[in-house]
Every structure is written in structure tokens, then in C-alpha cells.
T-cell receptor, first 113, second 109 residues
Framework: ETGVTQSPTHLIKTRGQQVTLRCSSQSGHNTVSWYQQALGQGPQFIFQ???????GRGNFPPRFSGLQFPNYSSELNVNALELDDSALYLC????????????FGPGTRLLVL | LAKTTQPISMDSYEGQEVNITCSHNNIATNDYITWYQQFPSQGPRFIIQ???TKVTNEVASLFIPADRKSSTLSLPRVSLSDTAVYYC??????????FGDGTTLTVKP
């Protein structure tokens, strides 16, 4: 069974640029959630996708958007990058939207200069 | 989404039992309580989940009183490798809960 994978592992961008982060969910999982984790803080929920539809969103502006594909992999897109977007971006998958048993990937470290 | 409150940090020694308590006064009827462990530069790792009373697995126990307004994660006989940040989450739908700032556990030799 393959775990959750994310790419790239690290990324450096400049203000105003756009970025796409990718996540492959664990085999058999149809729900993917994205989190932003700033240094020294807990992960903050961005949004969730369940069977290719957005299924809830946290307090993030519209320039944070996402997609889920038929194979349940997912993308997180961030437009007009700001310095405060520098963080660890985590993807988590689960087999159902009913429980909190999520399996997290290793994350993508984004640095915005 | 129910807010949780945990101690910022705790220290322990190898071989001791560690109990980390989380307060969640606004827990809803459908909410489950889940604990995660996170090492630096890694994603959180699921430890244990429960709804009420006591749950035990191979790594931890979770104690939930009848009013469910708090929960306690118990780690038996900790080792140096248990040094990590521990998060308590409360929610009814997978992936929509808010992580607090967690409890940084430091295990000393």
C-alpha cells in the first residue's frame, strides 16, 4: 500500500508568482484535504475535496484553489503569492469524509521571497 | 468547529508515563476526538481516536469523561523518540477540524 506523496519537496518563488503543489492520495482513499503550516504553528485547514468536489473550505482567500482528479490525486494552486504564504503545505487523505483518521504526506516547503 | 486548548509544552523522562490533556468545551454531539503526533519537517501522524470512555491501541490510550469536554492522551513508558508535537483535534467530518498549536513534549534521558 502506497502512502500519501507530495511534490515537490521544496520550492522557492517570488512575490506575485503562481505555484502548483501536487498530492497523490493513499490507495483506496477518496478524500483529500490541504493544510498550511507556518513555522511554530499547527496546520491550518485550507480546503477538502471529496470525490472531485470541494467539500469544505477554511478561512483562506480565493487565490487558494484546488482540484481533485478521477484517480483522487489533487492539486493546490496559489496565485499572486505573498511573503506570508511561506509555509509547509500538507496534504492528507482519508477513506471517508466521516472520520478524522487522516494520513498525511511529508509536505511541500514553500518559500516566497 | 470546536476549539481545543492544550498545554504549550511538557517535559518528561524516559520510561515515565505522560498524560496530555486537551480541553474542548464546545464539542458537538457528532464530534470525534483525534490525536496526532508530528516530528519536525514531517506531516502529522495519526495516534488514536475516540468518541467516549476509553480507547487503547498499541501506542497510546485515550480517556474521555462522560461530558466529553476534555480528553487525555496517555503515552506509557515514553522514550527519547517520543519527543514531538502532539495535537488534539475535534470534528465530525474528516479533514475539516482545526489544529491548535499543539503540545511540545520533550523526553529527557
Amino acid at each position: 500500500e502506497t502512502g500519501v506523496t507530495q511534490s515537490p519537496t521544496h520550492l522557492i518563488k517570488t512575490r506575485g508568482q503562481q505555484v502548483t503543489l501536487r498530492c497523490s492520495s493513499q490507495s483506496g482513499h477518496n478524500t483529500v484535504s490541504w493544510y498550511q503550516q507556518a513555522l511554530g504553528q499547527g496546520p491550518q485547514f485550507i480546503f477538502q475535496y471529496y470525490r472531485e468536489e470541494e467539500n469544505g473550505r477554511g478561512n483562506f482567500p480565493p487565490r487558494f484553489s484546488g482540484l481533485q482528479f478521477p484517480n483522487y490525486s489533487s492539486e493546490l494552486n496559489v496565485n499572486a503569492l505573498e511573503l506570508d504564504d511561506s509555509a509547509l503545505y500538507l496534504c492528507a487523505s482519508s477513506s471517508s469524509a466521516l472520520r478524522e483518521t487522516q494520513y498525511f504526506g511529508p509536505g511541500t516547503r514553500l518559500l516566497v521571497l | 468547529l470546536a476549539k481545543t486548548t492544550q498545554p504549550i509544552s511538557m517535559d518528561s523522562y524516559e520510561g515515565q508515563e505522560v498524560n496530555i490533556t486537551c480541553s474542548h468545551n464546545n464539542i458537538a454531539t457528532n464530534d470525534y476526538i483525534t490525536w496526532y503526533q508530528q516530528f519536525p519537517s514531517q506531516g502529522p501522524r495519526f495516534i488514536i481516536q475516540g468518541y467516549k470512555t476509553k480507547v487503547t491501541n498499541e501506542v497510546a490510550s485515550l480517556f474521555i469523561p462522560a461530558d466529553r469536554k476534555s480528553s487525555t492522551l496517555s503515552l506509557p513508558r515514553v522514550s527519547l523518540s517520543d519527543t514531538a508535537v502532539y495535537y488534539c483535534l475535534v470534528g465530525d467530518m474528516g479533514g475539516k477540524s482545526t489544529f491548535g498549536d499543539g503540545t511540545t513534549l520533550t523526553v529527557k534521558p
